[in-house]
């Protein structure tokens, strides 16, 4: 009796039809939403990505607006695991979490293939709607972002603890959106020293080793 050669991918192929349709919808879409744009992509392509139909697309999801904020919201978690993951390598450290969290997303712009920077700053530019639902999921995220920075630089000592979490985040933008330009060996290369150098200067003090 001849044995049925069976292909590598067959296992991960099952797997995936046998995932409930919306996750495989929600993963879709996270790739498609992120690598080429949410208002690039049509329904059309995430249904045919994820292998589901039209109708399962909108029985999980009333709307791409809605799918699409979905995206965020699970993109936003994805976010925030990150930050508090390299948060809790320095306990009671936040100048060193700080430059922790940074050189992750220095590393990542410079090593991630298609990197394209942050999905939620990316959304927020697509959709100037300020009613948006993609929209606000990242406005929410931006905002918390910037009273965590302010948060950990009055835990720093900074003098001007806003502004400095201010300068915080201008830079964490710029690497986010001069990956995109520059790629490899672009500034997102320095994010973590360019950090180290602005703490240092609201602190009184050099940088690391300065």
């Not at 409930?20 to 919808?25: E, L, N, S, V, Y």
């Not at 298609?114 to 990316?122: A, D, H, K």
């Amino acid at each position: 009796m001849t044995q049925k050669t069976v292909s590598p991918k067959a296992p991960r192929a099952a797997s995936r039809r046998a995932a409930p349709a919306a996750d495989r919808i929600r993963r879709s879409a996270r790739d498609l939403f992120y690598h080429r744009g949410i208002r690039a992509v049509g329904v059309d392509a995430i249904v045919a990505e994820a292998g589901v139909t039209k109708p399962s697309l909108y029985r999980s999801f009333p709307s791409k607006d809605e799918l699409a904020a979905s995206y965020l919201r699970d993109y936003d978690a994805e976010f925030w695991s990150r930050f508090d993951e390299a948060v809790a390598t320095h306990p009671g450290d936040p100048r060193a979490q700080v430059l922790a969290f940074f050189a992750r997303v220095s590393e990542r712009a410079a090593s991630m293939p298609g990197y394209r920077g942050c999905g939620l700053t990316n959304a927020a530019v697509e959709y100037p709607e300020t009613d948006n639902p993609a929209r606000l999921v990242s406005v929410a995220n931006k905002r918390r972002l910037r009273e965590r920075l302010a948060e950990m630089a009055r835990g720093m000592g900074a003098r001007q603890p806003e502004l400095l979490g201010d300068g915080l985040l201008l830079l964490l933008e710029g690497a986010y959106v001069s990956s995109q330009l520059f790629g490899v060996g672009g500034p997102a290369m320095h994010l973590r020293q360019a950090a180290d150098q602005l703490i240092g200067a609201h602190l009184g003090k050099g940088g690391e080793g300065g």
